[in-house]
């Protein structure tokens, strides 16, 4: 449960706008329950991110660099919107060591990463 004084803002995107439209139908249902906040719907790239430097205080990606031609690119868009403090979370389907190279489960790039 969200603190009465926080004001959350969050922004949703995704690169179809159906899941963009589903995107606004489930903001609408959470900010409704928890009276808190706001929420922006964008369809775009997230290898190509159409924000300022500097904007959130997190970026999550969701079962997303599975499906990025770049990966690489993705992530540099994450940090670059990021504040100076800010955290990229990751809820992301692979198997293997986080220390190395990591396979995802589905069709997809091999990456390296490193521990935030």
């Known amino acids: 449960m969200l603190p009465k004084h926080s004001a959350l803002h969050y922004t949703t995107l995704d690169i179809t706008p159906g899941f ?12 409704n329950s928890c009276h808190a906040g706001r929420a922006s719907v964008l369809t775009g790239d997230g290898q190509q991110l159409a924000m300022a430097d500097n904007q959130f205080d997190a970026v999550i990606l969701q079962h997303s660099l599975l499906n990025m031609p770049a990966p690489q690119r993705c992530l540099a868009e994450c940090y670059r919107v990021l504040k100076p403090d800010g ?29 935030i």
């Open 20 to 31: 963009s439209q589903l995107n606004r139908e489930l903001n609408s249902l959470c900010l």
């Open 87 to 115: 955290k990229l979370i990751l809820h992301e389907v692979f198997r293997g060591n986080p220390d190395q190279a990591i396979i995802f489960r589905c069709p997809g790039p091999v990456m390296k990463t490193t521990a």
